[in-house]
């Protein structure tokens, strides 16, 4: 399917990895700029560089802490007025809540809550003007089912959701949508850390909890970046003008709801 991307402008929020990297490789394939953002300059190039070879895109790397205020300068210096936005951001380790300190509560509202919207409300009117944007943000199945020590996490990430809840439908007769990915148990570094954190709860190998997750699981595997960058690539496309203000869960059927 032709998705109509070909010449836009994307900022992939922390994509030198994990799934914001599934979601800028698959807009490059598109024909999309991407700039994509990793913690240091180093890693931003080495994966610009790999999806270059993989797509022959043009892909510009920027290595910044997207959580700053400088962070997100960088990003927008480096593609001002971009027709898609895609807010991504580590969360905060696993913690058992009665150990969050204010500083650590106030610290995961900002990476996973406060810098998105930032970021949304410096790229947004530009969208409106132009009439075309799209604006995906990568939150967490923990939104809708919750997960142990993800409580600071998913309580931030649902703050995101419910802020740009009404956003969305201000701006959706300008062509511009905003949606939410939901990733589940996918195959990241993030996955892994999870389950070292659980085997160590459990008191069994990290080996073992990872069969445990994976024969929870419905599809019986592990999602994987590559199929979750597809769908964040459609839903950046023309086609997908009419769907807006949505939550994308991607869990291989894990949370057992008939809606």
């Known amino acids: 399917m032709e998705l109509g991307l070909k010449g836009r402008k994307a900022i992939v929020c922390a994509s030198s990895r ?9 807009l ?7 700039v994509v953002n990793g913690r240091t300059q180093d890693s931003a190039e080495r994966t610009a560089e790999e999806i270059r070879r993989a797509t022959g895109g043009t892909v510009t790397a920027v290595g910044a802490d997207v959580s700053t205020r400088e962070g997100q ?27 969050l300190d204010r500083q650590a509560m106030i610290e995961g509202v900002i990476q996973n809550m406060v810098t998105p919207i930032e970021l ?8 409106v003007e132009r009439r075309f944007g799209r604006i995906v943000n990568i939150t967490s199945s ?10 600071l996490s998913s309580g931030a990430r649902a703050g995101l959701t419910a802020f740009l809840a009404g956003i969305c439908r201000q701006v959706a007769a300008s062509n511009v949508t905003i949606n939410n990915m939901l990733p589940g148990k996918m195959d990241t570094d993030r996955l892994r850390s999870g389950m070292r ?6 008191g069994i190998s990290e080996e073992a909890e990872a069969e445990r997750q994976r024969k929870a699981v419905p599809a019986g595997r592990f999602g ?5 960058g597809k769908l964040c690539a459609f839903l950046c496309s023309d086609h997908a003008g009419y769907i807006t203000g949505q939550n994308f ?11």
């Open 18 to 26: 994990g799934l914001g990297r599934g979601c800028a490789e698959a």
């Open 28 to 34: 490059a394939a598109e024909g999309v700029s991407v």
């Open 73 to 99: 300068a960088a990003l927008l210096a480096a593609c001002p007025d971009p027709d898609i936005l895609v807010n991504n951001n580590a969360g905060p380790p696993r913690k058992d809540f009665r150990q």
């Open 120 to 127: 949304v409300q410096a790229v947004l009117d530009g969208m």
């Open 142 to 151: 923990s939104v809708l089912m919750p997960i142990a020590g993800l409580d």
């Open 197 to 202: 954190w659980a085997a160590e709860q459990a």
């Open 224 to 228: 994987t970046p590559e199929e979750f």
């Open 249 to 259: 869960l991607l869990d291989g059927g894990l949370k057992p709801t008939a809606f």
